[in-house]
């Protein structure tokens, strides 16, 4: 069992920054591929961004490519993942989700074993 809990988050306005962070425990979340999904009202949850278990790969989304960056410390019981927001946009307002799946490709493919509880981002214009 891997146990995922988030942090950060809250209201920006155009422009600016946030960060979130994901607290990932369990005996092999260390090894596990991770990453970050949002949904917005009324559509479907989608990909942002994956890190493999030694963060040596990472994939963004499109619409992020360039604005957000993933990272991950792997401590010897804990991991912590965080996603840094830059040049945020109002259409990146949505409630977004840590999550963790043994394979980092599953994350890409959308193949979740684990979610975190979900964190709001509100970009004002």
């Known amino acids: 069992q891997v146990q995922l809990v988030q942090s950060g988050g809250g209201l920006v306005q155009a422009g600016g920054s946030l960060r979130l962070s994901c607290a990932a425990s369990g005996r092999t979340s260390g090894s596990y591929g991770m990453g970050w999904f949002r949904q917005a009202p009324g559509k479907e949850r989608e990909f942002v961004a994956a890190?493999?278990?030694?963060?040596?790969?990472?994939?963004?989304a499109d619409s992020v490519k360039g604005r957000f960056t993933i990272s991950r410390d792997n401590a010897k019981n804990t991991v912590s993942l965080s996603l840094q927001m830059n040049s945020l946009k109002p259409e990146d307002t949505a409630v977004y989700y840590c999550a963790a799946s043994p394979l980092y490709s599953s994350i890409v493919s959308g193949q979740i074993d684990y979610w975190g509880q979900g964190t709001q981002v509100t970009v004002s214009s």
């Open positions: 890190i493999s278990w030694n963060g040596a790969t990472t994939r963004y």
